[in-house]
């Protein structure tokens, strides 16, 4: 079993910045990639961000530029930093863990991020 929890959500004016935080813990011998998702209330879950083991990442196009995906893999932990915050990244953030290429997911339980002034 594997358990991926997240921390670092919270309230913040636009313009500010927050670092959300995702440890992945359990039966664990690899992991492919770690990303984050994000759902906001009335729409659907979305890509953020993902990173790879070998470090290749991909940023949803609303948010590059300003949010930055990382990674440790000694510790199966990723971290998002997020920067510029506007209204609309105000959502649910959640932290996927990808075991395999070919999926094996798990989630967090996710954080709240609002961004209000």
């Known amino acids: 079993q594997v358990q991926v929890v997240e921390s670092g959500g919270g309230l913040v004016q636009p313009g500010g910045s927050l670092t959300l935080s995702c440890a992945a813990s359990?039966?664990?011998?690899?992991?492919?990639?770690m990303g984050w998702y994000r759902q906001a209330p009335g729409k659907q879950r979305e890509l953020v961000a993902t990173?790879?083991?070998?470090?290749?990442?991909n940023y949803a196009d609303s948010v590059k530029g300003r949010f930055t995906i990382s990674r440790t893999n000694a510790k199966n932990t990723v971290f998002l930093q997020m920067n510029s915050l506007k209204p609309e990244d105000t959502a649910v953030y959640y932290c996927?863990?990808?075991?395999?290429?070919?999926?094996?997911?798990?989630w967090g339980q996710g954080t709240q991020v609002t961004v209000s002034s």
């Open positions: 996927n863990t990808r075991l395999e290429a070919w999926g094996n997911n798990y």
């Open positions: 359990g039966t664990i011998l690899s992991i492919y990639a």
């Open positions: 990173i790879t083991r070998r470090g290749t990442t």
